[in-house]
């Protein structure tokens, strides 16, 4: 059973930098099939991709945050790590990862966390 | 505002057919059959419905099917029961910089 579980502070402060992990179970991280994207959902919001990660750790990341975000793996833990630098309240979130096979096939997803951005 | 447009939301009695667009350009959606569907109930993380314009995993039942044409995509739902009852998004392969990226969702509501 593949699964996949985001872990990382509820609360940070503006300005300050967000490290959230993905653990992932069920599958390896060096699949040449797969690999691993981050995408977030601001509360009553739409879904918004962020990040990718390939197999050969080749990384992809959306225009308007590449200059703060940086997205690895560690194959050995099973575990993508996200950062996103400078935070701010519109940042504010929840964080999803999911498994991608193929082209934009996010299958399955973890359950998601919440990322408050607030004094 | 997202790269792709979806209707903010569509309606449709039990038992009925529905279709929600997603419309894109030549760079995205028209370009390229990398369309991809998810469902997402309150509270829950997306699902997978469709990938590759029309293609279904296992275990998503065969009401749900995707189509093409030109710069449109489009989720077909039939038969409707209230389970349906969720908020839909596309996502497209893009040219652009980014990799992919979504509609801005679509509710559907079983009255």
């Known amino acids: 059973q593949v699964t996949l579980k985001e872990s990382g502070p509820v609360l940070v402060k503006p300005t300050e930098t967000l490290t959230l992990t993905c653990t992932v179970s069920?599958?390896?991280?060096?699949?040449?099939?797969?690999?691993v994207s981050w995408i977030r959902q601001p509360p009553g919001k739409a879904l918004e991709w962020l990040a990718h990660i390939f197999s050969n750790d080749e990384q992809s990341y959306t225009t308007s945050l590449k200059n703060r975000l940086t997205i690895s793996k560690d194959t050995s833990k099973s575990q993508v790590v996200l950062t996103m630098t400078n935070m701010d309240p519109v940042d504010t979130a929840t964080y999803y990862c999911a498994r991608t096979t193929g082209v934009l096939q996010f299958d399955p997803w973890g359950q998601g966390t919440l990322v408050t951005v607030s004094s | 505002q997202s790269a792709l447009t979806q209707p903010a939301s569509v309606s449709g009695s039990p038992g009925q057919s529905i279709t929600i667009s997603c419309t894109g350009t030549?760079?995205?959606?028209?370009?390229?059959?990398?369309v991809s569907w998810y469902q997402q109930h309150p509270g829950k993380a997306p699902k997978l419905l469709i990938y590759?314009?029309?293609l279904r995993p296992s275990g998503v039942s065969n009401r749900f099917s995707g189509s093409k044409s030109g710069n449109t995509a489009s989720l077909a739902i039939s038969g409707l029961q209230a389970e349906d009852e969720a908020d839909y998004y596309c996502c497209s392969y893009t040219s652009s910089s980014t990799l992919g990226v979504f509609g801005g969702g679509t509710k559907l509501t079983v009255l």
């Open positions: 030549s760079r995205d959606v028209g370009g390229y059959n990398y």
């Open positions: 590759e314009v029309s």
């Open positions: 069920g599958f390896s991280l060096s699949n040449t099939k797969m690999g």
